[in-house]
T-cell receptor, first 115, second 114 residues
Framework: AQSVSQHNHHVILSEAASLELGCNYS??????LFWYVQYPGQHLQLLLK??????LVKGIKGFEAEFIKSKFSFNLRKPSVQWSDTAEYFC?????????????FGQGTTLQVKP | DGGITQSPKYLFRKEGQNVTLSCEQN?????MYWYRQDPGQGLRLIYY???????QKGDIAEGYSVSREKKESFPLTVTSAQKNPTAFYLC?????????????FGPGTRLTVT
């Protein structure tokens, strides 16, 4: 079955620390990959997405993610986090073979950044 | 302002009652989705619709029903058959774009059933 796994459920960092959140999906084929973020009290919104081409993609607010096809992974990174990055982060995958817009989400990672 | 509206923000119901959650979008998107968000489980897809008058079950459709009579609207009914209805419900919409369309989310409805 199609599934998405996020390894870190709760991450606590100090400001200026580097961030890497893991995301793996169950099997290959054509995939469309997304990271969404939910800031406290706000709507879920798109951070970045990958469909094809350069496997290193840049998103909003200094976030980037790297697609490693051989590892079925799409990890999210940020070199230096800020207190305002405190939020819940979700990885989501659309399998192109489904021919739908259906997304499978990971369990989410809660990031707490201490000032 | 373009976007997705969900109402109400909080909803309380007694066990055994059906309840309908509203979702409206003015983004002219063809596709709409309903998710359920529970702590530690991420978002799970309940139903989705890619076009008016058509919808498909997602991963956890049991105990839920939907309709898509208008492009702008995709209401979700939580029936008394849903065993654990208390949850946060999110509606989203997107363009089709071969599964690449960014999904735009509403503010959610928190349903509590006692």
């Amino acid at each position: 079955a199609q599934s998405v796994s996020q390894h870190n459920h709760h991450v606590i960092l100090s400001e200026a620390a580097s961030l890497e959140l893991g995301c793996n999906y169950s099997y290959g084929g054509t995939v469309n990959l997304f990271w969404y973020v939910q800031y406290p009290g706000q709507h879920l919104q798109l951070l970045l997405k990958y469909f094809s081409g350069d496997p290193l993609v840049k998103g909003i607010k200094g976030f980037e993610a790297e697609f490693i096809k051989s590892k079925f992974s799409f990890n999210l990174r940020k070199p230096s986090v800020q207190w305002s990055d405190t939020a819940e982060y979700f990885c989501a995958v659309n399998w192109g073979s489904s021919n739908t817009g259906k997304l499978i989400f990971g369990q989410g990672t809660t990031l707490q950044v201490k000032p | 302002d373009g976007g997705i509206t969900q109402s109400p923000k909080y909803l309380f119901r007694k066990e055994g009652q059906n309840v309908t959650l509203s979702c409206e979008q003015n983004l002219n998107h063809d596709a709409m989705y309903w998710y359920r968000q529970d702590p530690g489980q991420g978002l799970r897809l309940i139903y989705y619709s890619q076009i008016v008058n058509d919808f498909q079950k997602g991963d956890i459709a049991e105990g839920y029903s939907v309709s898509r009579e208008k492009k702008e609207s995709f209401p979700l009914t939580v029936t008394s058959a849903q065993k654990n209805p208390t949850a946060f419900y999110l509606c989203a919409s997107s363009t089709w774009d071969r599964g690449r369309g960014e999904q735009y989310f509403g503010p959610g409805t928190r349903l509590t059933v006692t």
